[in-house]
């Protein structure tokens, strides 16, 4: 499987459909470690541990394939706060993130960079100004109900992945308050990051917008300004093979 050449501090998003077929679902299942497959069977609905399997496994198919290695092979370790990296004879090879939601999901792969991605299917939230209230900074809540009604859902969605990036991209969790930085997220600004107070630290990190696909909204945070591309993973049918085909990969 080719791949595109990944130079230091660049940094590849790859999004992908975790709507699956069934035979390819159980290609990825046989990628996964026992500890892996024991986490996916916890899953009580099926739907769920589908989106997990493929999630998981498509991370596992991608790494690899950047390692030209297996993706069986592949071992990880994990954070204080659950992020997880490459450990064993692959580590500090390559850095990566994940997040899904729905039926998507995107992985964002670099190396030599820090970096934390985060996507959310758009949909109403009715408790979205209280949540707004509680975890954004004041001026971010300000900000969101100063727009129009027909605005603010996709605001209030493109404010928290913004935030949630940088808090992966830390690796810290909810460890740093929400309140304690604030991101740009109007309709028609540009993606950016304020740290309280810090400049150094605001100066430390790049954020950018990303739109994988209809009806979601994404960031990605990374150390630096190095080059960032966006991919699709395809996964095509064949009966009862199935393979990933990067053929024709498009921007996201």
């Known amino acids: 499987m080719r791949l595109p050449r990944l130079a ?16 390819y679902v159980a290609v990825l299942r046989h990628t996964l470690s026992d500890d892996e497959c024991a986490r996916a069977d916890r899953f009580y609905f099926e739907r769920d541990r589908r ?11 991608l790494l690899a394939a950047y390692l030209d290695a297996e993706a069986r092979e592949l071992t990880f370790s994990y954070g204080p706060n659950g992020k997880p990296t490459l450990s064993g ?3 500090r090879a390559l850095t990566f993130n994940v997040s899904h939601s729905h039926e998507l999901a995107l992985i964002a792969v670099g190396r030599d960079v820090e970096m934390g991605v985060d996507v959310e299917a758009v949909r109403s939230m009715d408790d979205a100004d209280n949540i707004a209230s509680r975890f954004f900074s004041p001026r971010e809540a300000a900000q969101l109900r100063a727009l129009p009604e027909a605005m603010r859902t996709g605001a209030f969605f493109a404010c928290w992945t913004r935030k949630e990036a940088y808090l992966k991209a830390l690796g810290s969790g909810l460890a740093k308050p929400l309140d304690e930085f604030d991101v740009v997220f109007a ?10 107070g810090d400049e150094r630290e605001t100066a430390r990190w790049s954020l950018r917008e990303l739109a994988p696909a209809p009806g979601y909204t994404g960031a990605l945070v990374t150390e630096g300004a190095g080059a960032v591309r966006c991919w699709q993973w395809t996964d095509v049918r064949a009966g009862s093979s199935a393979r990933a085909d990067v053929s ?3 921007a996201v």
Request: net charge negative.
């Open 8 to 23: 230091s501090s660049e940094v590849d998003v790859w999004s992908v459909q975790l709507e699956c077929s069934t035979a």
């Open 187 to 196: 309709p028609g600004e540009a993606a950016a990051l304020v740290v309280h």
């Open 248 to 250: 024709t990969m498009e």
């Open 51 to 61: 989106r997990f399997i493929c999630a998981r496994g498509t991370l596992r198919r």
């Open 89 to 91: 004879r692959f580590e």
